[in-house]
């Protein structure tokens, strides 16, 4: 061992930088004798970070030098599929990161498609791996969205994510990309090109899915929303249906008022008939009595001519007349007959009834239900046995 000694006092404040314990630093010095205790000291002149502190400083060009070429501009950021079919995972075949990655993604989102895309991610070489597997990936064209992790490390352990050219293909990927790279308080450059930085590779696969078990009780909440207002539209169907049939007439009824228009219509050419009758004896009285005070044969003979003539005439009119109100009255029969229920029955239809209830749909019985079943000549009765929609 031998101490070493630097002077606070022999340098600027702007020399000076705040050690720690572990910190590795270079130093420059002179080598002294302490005459006090006769122990040999370096006395430092230069002190500089070694290891972590020279990374961290070309980390932060780098950093300064991407930012201004627009690679971290929060714009250009994709956002990612909601419900992914393939999802890729860029990282060691080997690494804790993917069993992690794989357990949950196939606990929240088993559906979904998993392609795992093998690169290194430490060492010499690895960047070059991670761009190649990124570039595969956007090649395949079959991921909707890339996991790119890894697990924590040392600032050495993670450099393969802070290099320039891996921040370009991420730039570049036509797949969105989620960064998982170290633990919540590592940063690499990565984390800021990426579409969405995800302080593990746990949470990355959290962020690009969605949890089925919500989507199971969304879709819950949906169906029983849906059910209750098919419920509460069949029921005000039914109430609109039950109003409407209580307006309709039955056919008996519309017969019965046919037959009273008929009675009416027929007792008024009775009464017609009766006085055209009435009115031709009459003057065929006056004509006898005329003819009886003239008593000229010849007019008596032409005269009973023309009455015969004029009572042919009036029977012939009366029988037409008889016969054209019958022919109306069978024509509103006709039609009549065409709107009645009735008449669709005697084309092969039937009138379905559960609980004197009339049947419009499949799903308001069940099986082992009894159906009553009019027909045109008769009725039958039926046990449900199966139901279709």
Not at 9 to 26: A, W
Not at 146 to 155: D, K, P, Q, T, W
Request: net charge positive; proline share 3%; with cysteine.
């Amino acid at each position: 061992q031998i101490r070493c000694v630097y002077f606070r006092n022999r340098h600027s404040s702007s020399d000076f930088i705040r050690l720690q314990n572990g910190q590795q630093v270079l130093i420059n010095g002179n080598l002294g004798l302490y005459e006090a205790r006769g122990d040999y000291q370096l006395i430092i002149e230069q002190i500089h970070e070694a290891g972590e502190g020279d990374l961290y400083k070309t980390f932060e060009l780098l950093k300064t030098k991407l930012m201004a070429l627009g690679l971290f501009e929060a714009t250009r950021k994709r956002p990612l599929p909601r419900f992914p079919h393939c999802i890729g995972v860029v990282t060691s075949a080997s690494a804790a990161a993917l069993r992690d990655i794989l357990s949950t993604l196939e606990r929240r989102f088993p559906i979904a498609r998993i392609l795992v895309y093998t690169s290194e991610v430490q060492g010499t070489g690895a960047a070059q791996q991670l761009i190649d597997a990124i570039n595969r990936a956007n090649h395949d064209q079959r991921c909707d969205v890339l996991i790119v992790a890894r697990g924590g490390g040392s600032i050495e352990d993670l450099w393969a994510f802070n290099d320039e050219l891996l921040a370009h293909a991420i730039f570049n990927s036509g797949i969105p990309i989620v960064s998982g790279v170290g633990h919540e308080t590592d940063f690499t450059i990565a984390d800021f090109v990426a579409d969405l930085r995800a302080e593990t590779p746990t949470a990355a696969a959290v962020a690009v899915t969605p949890n089925w078990l919500e989507l199971v009780a969304f879709l819950q909440r949906i169906e029983t929303q849906l059910l209750t207002s098919i419920t509460r539209f069949i029921k005000h169907q039914q109430l609109v249906l039950q109003h409407e049939a209580h307006k309709l007439t039955s056919p008996k009824q519309l017969v019965s008022s046919q037959w009273q228009s008929l009675d009416y219509l027929s007792t008024r050419l009775q009464h017609a008939l009766q006085q055209i009758i009435a009115k031709n004896r009459t003057l065929i009285h006056d004509v006898n009595h005329r003819l009886e005070a003239t008593n000229p044969a010849l007019l008596v003979q032409l005269a009973s001519q023309r009455l015969k003539h004029l009572e042919h005439g009036l029977v012939q009119q009366a029988h037409f007349k008889i016969n054209n109100l019958k022919q109306q009255f069978l024509s509103l029969l006709a039609t009549l007959h065409a709107v009645s229920p009735l008449a669709t029955l005697d084309r092969g239809f039937a009138i379905a009834t559960c609980k004197k209830k009339v049947l419009l749909d499949s799903q308001t019985v069940t099986v082992g239900d009894v159906v009553d079943i009019r027909l045109a000549k008769g009725e039958i009765r039926a046990k449900i046995t199966a139901t279709s929609p």
